[in-house]
């Protein structure tokens, strides 16, 4: 499987790299276990795979922090959300309710879809719970329109 293909990652995963992002810097394991509520071996072990796909390091007694690899995807992994729980929310959910079901189903789109979503969107400044940045990825879409036209 491609690295950019954005399905590397299980669900679980995902939650936590956003999680690691947003807490931003190096972020302790306990942190990390309290707040999803998952027991620290679990964590421990989970964590250790993330950075064995090179997302994180782990600096031992204090943490882990994000490669630059793991910026990159984690900035991606956000976007995804923000822009399927957008269109949830233009189809008639509530922001809260379009957050939740997009987190059910996330880490199961590919970035080739998110992007051609995005493009299709007008590309959105404003998600639900943030805001959106745009890439080469989701932009490349208006150049193909227009080679098309
Ligand atoms: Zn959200
Ligand atoms: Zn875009």
């Given at each position: ?14 939650e936590y790299?956003?999680f690691i992002l947003k807490t931003g810097g190096t972020v302790r394991t306990n942190e990390i276990a309290s707040a999803f509520s998952v027991?620290p071996?679990?964590i421990t072990?989970?964590l ?8 994180i390091?782990?600096i031992?007694?204090h943490g882990v922090c ?84």
């Amino acid at each position: 499987m491609e690295p950019e293909c954005g399905l590397a990652l299980s669900a679980r995963k995902v939650e936590y790299l956003k999680f690691i992002l947003k807490t931003g810097g190096t972020v302790r394991t306990n942190e990390i276990a309290s707040a999803f509520s998952v027991d620290p071996s679990t964590i421990t072990k989970t964590l250790a795979e993330i950075t064995a796909a090179g997302y994180i390091t782990h600096i031992p007694y204090h943490g882990v922090c994000l490669t630059d690899s793991g910026k990159h995807h984690a900035e991606f992994l956000v976007k995804r959300h923000r822009i399927l729980s957008l269109m949830l929310a233009r189809n008639g959910l509530s922001s809260q309710e379009a957050c939740r079901e997009a987190e059910r189903f996330e880490s199961h789109v590919s970035k080739k879809a998110i992007d051609r979503i995005c493009h299709f969107m007008g590309h959105p400044r404003q998600g639900v719970c943030g805001e959106i940045t745009h890439d080469d990825g989701c932009l490349v879409g208006n150049q193909m329109d227009r080679a098309l036209s």
